[in-house]
């Protein structure tokens, strides 16, 4: 069956630290993937989308890297602020027409 | 820019009645939009592809003529969840892709509902 897989333990992380968070899927084929941030009671926003031909990407303090052989995505948050704080999810495309399915987020708190 | 509203935020209604839901994207034209729903401590689960002027595309599981969808213009798509039951209180969440841009989704604010 098809799995995306998020580490459901939440992060703790001392500010200024780098956060790397683990999105592994199984069954899926991904023309791309994306990671949205999430906070509590809200809408996914976007942060990042990476395709399959490409290995890293990087916005600001965001970085993704994409292993379609370990069929893994790593995303990381450098120099970390407590407002980074929140729940961050793993999206890939599912097949075509753009629908995307999600993991369950993973949530990072980031203690001053 | 691609900013997406949702109306309403939150709604209580009763088992039995119907509720509408609209999603409108403001700075951008979207042929397409989706629908999600989501639990809490679950992910969101897309229950249908809402294409402008055609019917929406539903995924597999997800009850039709339970929620309908409607695409009318380049910027709304509502959702009505018809003779709600308490099982259909969730999150619901809409995305729109701005035309052109197929890739990139972005999502409302999301309408929590809940049914007694």
């Known amino acids: 069956s098809q799995k995306i897989e998020q580490n459901s333990e939440a992060l703790n992380i001392q500010e200024g630290k780098t956060a790397t968070l683990t999105c592994n899927y199984t069954?899926?084929?991904?023309?791309?993937l994306q990671w949205y941030r999430q906070d509590p009671g809200r809408g996914p926003v976007f942060l990042l989308l990476?395709?399959?031909?490409?290995k890293e990407k990087r916005k600001e303090r965001l970085k993704v890297t994409f292993d379609t052989t370990l069929k893994q995505s790593l995303f990381h948050i450098t120099a970390s602020q407590p407002a980074d704080s929140a729940t961050y999810l793993c999206?890939?495309?599912?097949?075509?027409?753009?629908?995307?399915?999600f993991g369950k987020g993973n949530q990072v708190v980031v203690i001053p | 820019g691609a900013v997406v509203s949702q109306h309403p935020s939150r709604v209580i209604c009763k088992s039995g009645t119907s509720v509408k839901i609209e999603c409108r994207s403001l700075?951008?034209?979207?042929?397409?939009m989706f629908w999600y729903r989501q639990f809490p401590k679950k992910s969101l689960m897309l229950m249908a592809t809402s294409n402008e002027g055609s019917k929406a595309t539903y995924e597999q599981g997800v009850e039709k003529d339970k929620f309908l969808i409607n695409h009318a213009s380049l910027t709304l798509s509502t959702l009505t969840v018809t003779s709600a039951h308490p099982e259909d209180s969730s999150f619901y969440i809409c995305?729109?892709?701005?035309?052109?841009?197929?890739?990139?989704?972005?999502f409302g604010p999301g309408t929590r509902l809940l049914v007694l």
């Open positions: 999206a890939l495309d599912s097949g075509g027409n753009n629908r995307l399915a």
């Open positions: 700075d951008f034209q979207a042929t397409t």
């Open positions: 069954n899926y084929s991904p023309a791309y």
């Open positions: 990476i395709r399959e031909n490409e």
């Open positions: 995305s729109a892709s701005p035309s052109g841009t197929q890739e990139t989704q972005y």
